[in-house]
């Protein structure tokens, strides 16, 4: 077992993990974190995207000990101390862009890692975007929209809410 | 498009924001994976990699000393352990019985199917346990596997299970009776369309993969499981009558949060069985979590039929009668519910939209060397109206008529009507969700749209289609007769507070449907209150009586139906309580707005002053009734509920790839009475994508020797947000069902049943616009598929 | 997974050094790697990390025009990082995996691995790139030898690539629709002395060079010059996405589309 350090959503936070120690096992067990979701084993779905460094990644495919250092945020850190949600929380919740919210984690990371490159993406920018982000409930369609409203955009004229 | 969104503020009708968004979005859920008890151990299976063998020696003794291993259990600990129970017995068009194979929890001499159980591996961590797993050794004398279903149909094939007479679980007909007449239309008609086609294998690939954790409390003999469950209550039941033998007060069955079912956490698996077992053979908690690639080995799949279906017309292009002949397959055990899917969830549909005056079934369900096939979103009506709405179009090309006037000619237009497959349909106005589609889709302008495409060197093509699906399916006494070996009703328990708050503990379970929403809505609506004073329980056995769980599109109109009954009780009740505060006669006390009222006069008094004299009857007519306000009731409803729609759908296929692209889809739907817009929305975006995927992308794929080769999501292509476009929907087409007090009819599968066949259907429309002979593609319509077709 | 020590070296000589222990390996941005150690495909006893490697990363252009990228630097840095000297490279980066990927996945790996639906060995084939080991320098036609295999040694790391810039390049990239890898990538260069043309994704063999629409395309680099040439579909990949034709027809489709989108 190796000692890790790391800083998540802003505390530090260590643990002793063995070499094959997944960034996402360290989260869900080490911590007790489990916000961060596991939905394959190939690094598809997106289920379990965090950012690491400010950058988004997927944490099935990354080692625990890769992460010695650096800043991890994770979808638990995302609403304010007093509970309030982020606008792409905000937005998931008034445009109804999850169901069952498995998925919602993975989906609200990959968003504001988006949002941050990308202030103002397209519906095809948003589509492409997520390719890495499976959700099996919304066919997609509240997911791109709240993503939309999230960065500010009109989109009343989008189809049924 | 005029919207009802926010047409109301609260309570029916009203678009509420979904109150349990708020954990899924901070990540604080409690997922089934997320419950870690003190001192649980984990399992881990050793399954089968080949589709069929016999199990020769099974030598657990090295890895049952490896680190960390507390024991390894095989077939032979489960030998005085119950079959998996099947919960539907189908009888055959010449009255017998299905052929019912026993479904062991651990394999017992032979492994069916690539993933099946043998042993399993109960250690401190779960690497410890694969370490273990990997160190059993394990010989299988390899035999002949069957995947095909005409090949295990023939003679001589090897048999799945040899105790039984053939691969054959049985051969049904509907209505075998109608069958003498229906060959007699067909020699009589004008014009016959015959179509042989495939329902492609699914995977149902809900985003949480399954989990199960068993404990055991040894000083009490209470067993628990928590598991990812559409329906915990028939889980205990199932689990502890038939397979553990534990009565059920002794065992709790809970499923906390779910993350999506869609069929394929109905059923009672092996490996919760295993966790409860073996959580008190060893008095320690027990936990199983699914990796996707065991999910694809492990999870029963949908679909999978291969049908021939034909259609009769005369001369005025009138449907005279529907001939179908399907080979449904049950891969190699029969899953909970797996026999009645083909069958009463199928065949009952056949008469779709349409007053086809002759229709006649026929479906053999095959045993093969494959993964457990059961219902997946829509069951059995999505292989209805994919194969009707097939040769519908086919049958208009073949004509030369357009195919939307073909349908319309032939709609149902008068209820209730008696279809000839033995359902009677409520009410429907499928003339009022064609216009409304013809509307939204804006059928008018797509040659304009096909132009600009052609301009753009792509191919546009338009496919609509119709649909009817049957919903919350019922009544417990005609099920019995057809084969359920349980009751399809629901229970809700309203328990209304001191003061005033309200907690419904409900048999329905809600796994993405938003019932902690819209279920307080209905509640909030009949009493006049804040919808945030009703909360809804849900998921534990511990809690909510009885229940059937959520499926079919069931809970609302089941479920929410149950709920409604007891709170007639609840409103009941009060108002004997504040008849007597008001010194009024019961038959004069109206309910408004959370206030209670004597009829004529100002005399009032508020919803909190009654329950609180409920509970603190001090000024209380004891004599006449008891302390408390809390009322249980069950529903049953009377008959299915038949949403039914038109959907359309406008494709762009690339002509040098085949690379299809969905340039629109349109769906109107009549569900009925609407309770929240946004989540009914959001289930048919839903159903759609799963639809798209379904006629695009998604084929389980076995090879000849049983090895499934899309055995994760390399292989098995999922629907990603660019696979799809924004939906347009509509559900202001409203026929309110007749038998349920809300009026509603279900919204859960409709998407994904009513819109595989627009999608092909649109492809074939494009491809013949190039001039191309193409009359069907089987899904997934993939580029290769499609290019294929192309080059004739 | 098998345990096994994980060490995160901070220099090449020092990767080199840890890589000579008995059933070690090197770990790129383990986008492919570590599902593959979660299926138990692989059993290293150590994990040699290369991102802490500050002389790997990075992106620079030579004296001689050829843009070196270091063996360690991800996807999403080539992506942003190439647009202004080598756009087609930087497009081509950009199509990798999904952004979380490319956020971990480096060009090292990727052509350590080899895999034959992986994008970019056909930009480094159809380059003629460099790949430059802490040992030697491999030209690109001598680098790639099939599926999954390559000239690197035992412990040999890829450093560095160092890509001449064509005149005009495009790559053009056909998903296979489950796992989005290349079902047919092509990507095609111009040079003032030739023209390259690099497949991934159809062939049994891996990446592989298309010398006949080279040729072609020397005289006349326009879709048309090719429109009858057709590679042979014995030797293409057939599975269940789509058949040996299927993929021999595409080679052409993206050459075609490839060479038409060139800029």
């Known amino acids: 077992m190796t000692k890790v350090t790391m800083t998540v959503n802003g505390k530090a936070a260590s643990g002793e993990v063995e070499g094959r120690t997944l960034l996402v096992s360290f989260l869900r067990e080490t911590l007790g974190m489990t916000g961060t979701h596991v939905g394959c084993d190939t690094s598809q779905c997106g289920a379990c995207v965090v950012h690491v460094d400010g950058k988004a990644v997927k944490s099935c495919a990354m080692l625990a000990l890769e992460a010695e250092g650096a800043e991890v945020a994770t979808i638990e850190g995302q609403a304010a101390a007093d509970g309030t949600l982020n606008t792409i929380q905000a937005a998931f919740q008034e445009h109804h862009g999850l169901q069952c919210g498995f998925c919602t984690p993975g989906m609200v990371m990959s968003a504001a890692a988006l949002l941050k490159d990308n202030p103002k993406p397209s519906e095809a920018e948003i589509r492409h975007y997520l390719e890495g982000n499976l959700c099996r409930c919304t066919g997609y369609h509240n997911i791109v929209k709240a993503i939309m409203a999230a960065s500010g955009q009109d989109v009343s004229a989008i189809a049924a809410e | ?792 | 997974m098998y345990e096994f020590e994980f060490t995160r070296p901070a220099s090449v000589a020092e990767a080199v050094a840890a890589l000579n222990a008995e059933e070690a390996q090197a770990l790129g941005g383990g986008q492919t790697l570590i599902p593959t150690l979660k299926q138990r495909l692989a059993m290293p006893t150590t994990l040699v990390s290369l991102s802490g490697v500050a002389e790997m990363q990075g992106i620079g252009l030579q004296d001689d025009g050829q843009l070196v990228i270091g063996g360690a630097t991800t996807h999403a840095e080539v992506a942003s990082g190439a647009v202004g000297t080598y756009p087609a490279l930087a497009a081509l980066a950009g199509q990798i995996g999904d952004p979380a990927v490319r956020n971990r996945g480096t060009l090292g790996g990727s052509l350590a691995n080899n895999d034959p639906a992986a994008c970019y060995p056909a930009a480094a084939l159809g380059s003629g790139a460099t790949i430059v080991t802490n040992t030697r320098e491999i030209p690109a036609d001598e680098y790639f030898q099939g599926m999954f295999t390559t000239a690197l040694e035992e412990g040999e790391i890829v450093v560095s690539v160092k890509f001449p810039v064509p005149e005009a390049a495009n790559y053009q990239k056909f998903v296979q629709p489950a796992s989005r890898f290349a079902m047919v990538g092509v990507f095609a260069a111009r040079f003032a002395d030739g023209v390259r043309v690099a497949v991934t994704g159809a062939s049994e063999e891996g990446v592989f060079r298309w010398t006949d629409a080279e040729a072609a395309l020397a005289s006349s680099f326009t879709p048309d010059a090719i429109s009858a040439l057709s590679v042979d579909p014995d030797g293409m990949i057939g599975d269940i996405h789509g058949t040996k034709a299927y993929r021999a027809h595409l080679v052409n489709v993206m050459t075609r589309r490839a060479v038409a989108a060139a800029v």
């Not at chain 2, 009255?95 to 062991?104: F, I, L, N, R």
């Not at chain 2, 009493?527 to 609302?556: C, F, K, Q």
């Not at chain 2, 019961?586 to 909190?608: H, M, P």
């Open chain 2, 1 to 792: 498009m005029p919207k009802d969104i926010d047409a109301k503020e609260s309570g029916i009708g009203a678009a509420s924001k979904r109150r349990e968004d708020i954990r899924f979005l901070s990540g604080t859920g409690n997922y089934t994976d997320d419950i870690n008890l003190n001192g649980q151990a984990y399992v881990h299976f050793l399954r089968s990699d080949v589709a069929h063998g016999r199990i020769t020696s099974i030598e657990t003794a090295e890895a049952a000393a490896m680190p960390g291993v507390l024991r390894i259990f095989t077939g032979a600990d489960f030998e005085g352990v119950g079959s998996i129970p099947c919960g539907w017995q189908v009888t055959d068009r010449f009255g017998e019985v299905m052929q019912e194979p026993a479904h062991p929890v651990l394999a017992q001499g032979k492994v069916r199917h690539v993933g099946d159980p043998i042993a399993a591996v109960v250690a401190e961590t779960a690497e410890a346990a694969r370490d273990a797993a990997e160190a059993i050794e394990l010989d299988i004398e390899e035999l002949p596997a069957v995947v095909d279903m005409k090949a295990a149909l023939a003679e001589g094939a090897p048999k799945v299970h040899d105790d039984l007479t053939s691969n054959l679980c049985y051969d049904w007909g509907f209505v075998e009776d109608n069958k003498a007449a229906v060959n007699a239309a067909f020699e009589a008609a004008a014009h016959v369309t015959s179509l042989e086609l495939v329902n492609n294998r699914l995977v149902a690939n809900p985003m949480e993969p399954r989990v199960a954790v068993g404990d055991f409390n040894r000083a009490t003999g209470d067993s628990t499981l928590y598991t990812t469950s559409q329906n915990p209550h028939v889980i205990r039941l199932l689990m502890g009558a038939f397979v553990l033998g534990i009565p059920e007060h002794k065992l709790r069955v809970v499923a906390p949060d779910v993350g999506g079912g869609f069929g394929s956490k109905i059923f009672h698996y092996a490996e919760e069985a295993f966790c409860t077992f073996a959580a008190k053979a060893l008095n320690r908690a027990v936990k199983w979590t699914s990796s996707r690639s065991e999910a694809f080995m492990s999870d029963a799949h949908g679909r999978d039929h291969v049908t021939k279906i034909e259609l009769a017309l005369d001369a005025d292009n009138n449907f005279t009668a529907l001939r179908t002949d399907t080979l449904a397959n049950m891969g190699a055990y029969l899953s909970t519910f797996a026999p009645s899917v083909p069958t009463w969830l199928h065949g009952t549909l056949m008469a779709g939209n349409y007053k086809t005056p002759l229709i006649y079934v026929n479906v053999k369900a095959v045993f093969t060397n494959t993964v457990p096939v059961d219902a997946y979103r829509g069951a059995g009506r999505p292989e209805a109206t994919f194969q009707l709405e097939r040769v519908i179009d086919k049958a208009a090309l073949e004509l030369g008529v357009d195919p939307i006037a073909l349908r319309r000619q032939n709609f149902i237009t008068e209820f209730p009507y008696a279809t000839p497959v033995a359902v009677e349909y409520d009410t429907g106005d499928y003339v009022a969700t064609m216009d409304k589609l013809e509307e939204i889709a804006d059928i008018a302008g797509f040659a304009a749209r096909r132009a600009e495409s052609e301009r753009a060197g792509k191919l546009r093509g338009l496919g609509v289609n119709c649909y009817i699906e049957a919903c919350g399916i019922a009544p417990s006494n005609l099920v019995g007769q057809l084969g359920a070996r349980a009751g399809l009703y629901e229970s809700a328990t309203v328990r209304v507070n001191a003061t005033g708050g309200i907690v419904v503990m409900t048999g329905s379970h809600s796994h993405g449907q938003g019932h902690e929403t819209s279920f307080p809505q209905v509640i909030a609506s009949m009493i006049g209150i804040d919808e945030n004073m009703v909360e809804i329980e849900h998921g534990d056995t511990n809690n909510a009586p009885m229940g059937m769980g959520t499926y079919g599109s069931r809970s609302l109109a089941v479920g929410g139906s149950a709920m409604v009954r007891a709170t007639e009780k609840i409103i009941a009740k009060a108002k004997k309580i504040a008849a007597h505060l008001m010194e009024a006669a019961d038959a004069d006390i109206e309910l408004k707005d959370g206030q209670f009222s004597v009829a004529g006069t100002d005399k009032s008094v508020a919803w909190g002053d009654v329950t609180l004299a409920a509970y603190v009857p001090h000024n209380y007519p004891l004599e006449e009734i008891e302390p408390g306000l809390e009322e249980t009731a069950f529903y049953d409803p009377s008959n299915f509920t038949y949403p039914s729609g038109a959907y359309a759908c406008e494709v762009e296929v690339d002509p040098e790839t085949g690379k299809v692209s969905i340039a629109r889809f349109a769906a109107a739907d009549d569900f009925g009475n609407i309770v929240n817009p946004m989540i009914v929305d959001g289930q048919v975006h839903g159903g759609i994508g799963q639809g798209i995927g379904q006629a695009l992308l998604e084929g389980c794929v076995y090879d000849e020797n049983g090895q499934l080769l899309s055995a994760s999501f390399m292989d098995y292509a999922m629907p990603r947000a660019d696979d799809v476009p924004f939906y347009e929907v509509d559900h202001s087409c409203q026929t309110p069902c007749t038998h349920n007090p809300l009026g509603v009819k279900g919204c859960g599968e409709a998407g994904a049943i009513g819109s595989p066949p627009a999608v092909v259907n649109a492809v074939v429309n494009a491809l013949r616009s190039a001039g191309k002979d193409v009359t069907h593609i089987d899904m997934p319509l993939s580029p290769a598929r499609v290019w294929a077709a192309m080059q004739g």
